[in-house]
């Protein structure tokens, strides 16, 4: 049980640093706007404008950094990890183009969306798995309650967790 809190509590520690580490990304980017505002109305002074230039390269170099930071920290590292992380923000999307990669990546899913359009004959299903979206588009037939049971059978997932729509970030 201990180990699982200290688990939990550096999870919810890493969690933090990602978010405060997106905060100063969005920082380091108004700044940059701001600088090269400044720079404009400043005219072609060549000193000051190379001087802001390299503080605005400077800039851009450490908000990449951060970039990468969080891109790296937000990525679970292992299936184990996974399952014991609470993700915050936006899930990773895996799209698909087999209909059997699907299915394999979805199987016990939280929770399936699908829809179908008529108009192109087009099918799409979503399921969110682990804090990950999976998602398929396709052929498929367009009864739409056969779809939902069909689905239900397949991704092995209760019936009263699959709609009709489209499972979208934000």
Known sequence: MAKKTSRDDALEALDFIINVLREHEKDLDRLIKELGGITERLGNSKELSEKIEKVEERLSVIQNEISNVINYLSTPKTEAEMKHAFVRGP???????????????ALGAETVSFLYRETDKSFQADALKNGRVITYSGELPKDTELLRIWLSRELNVDVSKIFEGVLAIG
């Open 91 to 105: 899930p990773v999307i895996v799209r698909c183009r087999k209909w059997e990669d699907f299915k394999v990546l």
